[in-house]
């Protein structure tokens, strides 16, 4: 059990390409933390520098408090779960995830008790004897994880376990993660691209775009307080509306001035943040959840706009409006009892307590 | 069926247009015929052999009626031959050099197939190409700078000089298969291993060998069927019949003979093809993988 | 868990003290590794291939007796005798002439097979390449027997059609057609088997849309296969274009040159002269004259893998 710490770590090519551009992380003993990011982010590169499956450019690396930079992978006392789980084709599922163990030279008897209490965690017991090619995807995960588990490692690794499986086994197997981390409660560091993985798991989420670290926090304050445009984007789903507008004084109170005269009112609780920003262009920001249809509502601050919707999606428990406004894409969600329609206008309610303005110059969020 | 069915009930509304189905069977039937015709063609040569072999010298020696039947079918040409001290003979080097070249080769290729495929180091690539082009280079082309080598190292008529050359036939596409079979595991299963602990020697031995086996399985046919024949080198190195391998052996000694004794001599090239031909038929799967490996691998 | 927590401190230990960077030591050690494995490779090559070849360069270039330099001598009196260019003719007609009917042999068949069910194509597939099975030396011996003057098996059946007895070693045309025969023979089955794979791997769904688009199975083939193929079957027959206009087993069983030196190809010559007759250096000439042809096929053979192995990517 130890705990991870990031200084300054850079990613280099040959040729000068920086795929991490100097991260500092901590990561607590016990902690599940996810790496969340689009595809080229450097989140991988992140994880494969802790493994020790990538020579780290500059910056130090520490597990439980020994730096780790120049130590070989099996050294470092890590497991790592892979996306195409990389089970060895030729072993059975025990051999599998006795591998580890076999080649540190542990007792047999040691090495079966551990690969027998791995299995009864993960419920893979019956499957022992099969080789992975006998395994559903489900089944395989499971495999990975019983390998990373038996070693009873510092620290785990888990880069894009579930990109794999298909949408249905993927939640299931986001539980059982889930389940068996409260159950072992090793440190823990996950990569992925999906941000709704990324908030169910994480203790923590660190966004990162670009090779540099946008944010890092528990997933409910990555959603109501992102720090920047990337983050509020990038987390949740549908993702926010991003409305070009003006912040305006007008009264001793502040109005955002949107494209087509739309003219919405800053809730008195924001105007005090916002007053210095008065008279500049700004980038509002709104969850499509904040922007429903127009219905008596007790949320504070309703304001009202009118807009035409292009293209309607029902999907059951609510339906996604989708409209257009000087360019800008918006997506509302409305009530599935609405009579919504294509072509016609329709009222809509911004939650205004809910709102978030973004610098265009510096993409920060005010 | 259920269509014709159809067509009858409804006069008028569908009716049957095109030949789709005439056009398959004409398609299927061609296919059958040439591969008949190609069947018995290739297949004659042997059959007439074995015919040939089964028969008495007298069968042979008339020259009236069928050549391609046996009238009193006898195994004493197969007896004559196994008893042959020579074509024992023939047949034990065959098995000594084949033996060891086809070791040395497996040896030599895993290695250096592992190496190149994963341990990238200066000249690898250029290593790699160098290995596809010398398996381009013909026996013929340097068999008479190798008999001076050979000659100078005192290895004419001798198997071990056989081993000592055979390789330049065998070690280039081996290793470039092996390459390929390599190169195909994913960069992952080196890294999961990697992370379990494994040195390279560990990697190669429990990891690469096994999952490879396949590919190994073909080389190894590959290796075998070269040196089992292998014509150029003992033709060219060897004179002595007590060192000569099968193919030279059954060709320059048993046809010596003044007395062309046909049924001997069908039934010792027979004997002779038979390792090869009973690996192939046990092993076609990858027999046929290594075949067609080197255009498409590596 | 305890050995490796002691292990990961003993290095972290090592490392404090040197501070040298141990993973660019652990990588530098990797390649050293690396070409200590590949050794024995660098030593056939080299040993057997590269040093014999330029070996081979400087005895074409002495006298008989190996005594002397003489320069391009052995290939200036090579290039003005008379046996030599029929050589060279037999050589490139034998080549062509076979791989051509090969590659036209092996389609066919290769395209036969595809057709019929593939439950059934395993056993047919199996039957056909017995000829590439069976060493040739033993095969061709087969054949020599078959194309004895006194008992040929073949005459006998075209005498059924009342087709006159053929001289077929004895006169050097009908030597050469028996030559190329015994080597398609022995060739076709490995193109049938090169082109079955590049059939196979022709994905259904282009031929499906071919067909929607209007395509009849003449234009499905110049269009869709062909193409799809013409890599592969530029490497198949380059290949095997070297490995016929080399070859050596089939003359020397057949018809050791005979008739009148007529049928001796490039291989067999300078077996003849240099091994038999004893005459090294020449015998090498004769041997490097194959290498300008065989350099151009290989350089086409690798353009054409290179380019095969990027496709795959």
Sequence with gaps: MAQVSLRKIVKAYEGG??????????????????????????????????????????????IGGTIVNDIPPRDRDIAMVFQNYALYPH??????????????????????TRVKAAAEILDITPLLDRKPKALSGGQRQRVAMGRAIVRNPKVFLFDEPLSNLDA???????????????????????VTHDQVEAMTLADRVVVMNHGIIEQVGPPQELYHS????????????????FIPARLEQASGALVLALPDGIRLNVPEARSARYAAHAGREVLFGIRPEHLTDDKPTDKANPAPLTLTPEVIEPMGMETLAHFR?????????????????????????????????????TDKVL | MSATAANRDLPGIYHKAGSLRAERRWAMWTAYASLIVAAVIFMAPPFYMLVTSLKTSGEIAGMAGNPWIVREPTLENYWAIIENPLFRGFMLNSIIITACVVAVTMVISILAAFALARMRFWGSQMLATGVFLTYLVPDTLLFIPLYQIVGGLGLLNSIWGLVLVYPTLTVPFCTWIMIGYFASIPKELDEAALIDGATWPQMLLKIFIPVALPGIIAATIFAFTVSWAAFVYPTAFVTTPDQMPLTIGVVSQLVRADTFAWGQIMAGALMAALPPVIIYAFLMDYYIAGLTAGATKG | MAADGTIAVRDAAEITGGRANSLQRFARRRSTIAFVMTLPLLAVIVGLVAYPALFGIYLSMLNRRMTEFVGFLNYEILIESETFWNVFFQSCFFAITAVL??????????????????????????????????????????????????????????????????PWLGHHWWARIAIIMVNVWIGAPFFMIMYLAALKSVPEQLY??????????????????????????????????????????????????????????????????????????????????????????????????????????
């Design chain 3, 101 to 166: 009917l090969k590659a036209l042999i092996g389609f066919w068949l290769a395209h036969m097979l595809h057709h019929i069910p593939n439950n059934k194509q395993r056993k047919w597939r199996g039957m056909l390449l017995v000829p590439w099975v069976i060493p040739p030396a033993l095969s061709t011996l087969g054949w020599w027997w078959m194309f004895d003057p006194s008992y040929s098996s073949i005459n006998w059946l075209l005498s059924i059609v009342s087709v006159p007895e053929v």
């Design chain 1, 226 to 241: 992102p720090a920047t445009k990337f983050v509020a984007g990038f987390i949740g789903s549908p993702a926010m509306n």
């Design chain 1, 325 to 361: 406004l000087d360019g800008a894409e918006i997506s509302a969600r409305l009530d599935p009892a609405t009579p919504a329609e294509v072509g016609v206008p329709l009222r809509l309610i911004a939650h205004m307590d809910q709102m978030h303005l973004i610098d265009p110059t």
């Design chain 1, 168 to 190: 249905k086994l993927r939640v299931q197997m986001r539980t059982e993660i889930k389940k068996v981390h409260q159950r072992v409660k090793t440190t823990t560091i996950y």
């Design chain 3, 208 to 313: 499906e849309a071919a067909a929607i688009d209007g395509a009849t199975s003449w234009q499905r083939l110049r269009y869709v296969t062909l193409p799809m193929m013409a890599n592969i079957i530029s490497i198949t027959v380059l290949f095997s274009l070297i490995v016929t206009f080399a070859n050596y087993d089939i003359v020397r069983v057949l018809t050791n040159g005979g008739p009148r030196d007529l049928t001796h190809v490039f291989a067999s010559y300078a077996f003849q002269v240099g091994i038999l007759s004893g005459n090294i250096p020449r015998g090498a000439a004769v041997s490097l004259f194959m290498l300008p042809f065989l350099a151009v096929c290989a350089f086409f053979v690798l353009r054409g893998v290179v380019r095969r192995n990027k496709e795959q990517m």
């Design chain 1, 17 to 62: 390409v920086q795929a991490v551009k100097g991260i500092d992380l901590e990561i607590d003993d016990h902690e599940f933390v996810v790496l969340v990011g689009p595809s080229g982010c450097g989140k991988s590169t992140t994880l494969r520098m802790i493994a020790g499956l990538e020579e780290i450019t500059g910056g130090d690396i520490a």
């Design chain 1, 91 to 112: 072993m059975s599922v025990y051999e599998n995830m006795a591998f580890g163990l076999t080649l540190r030279k542990f007792p047999k008897a040691e090495i079966d």
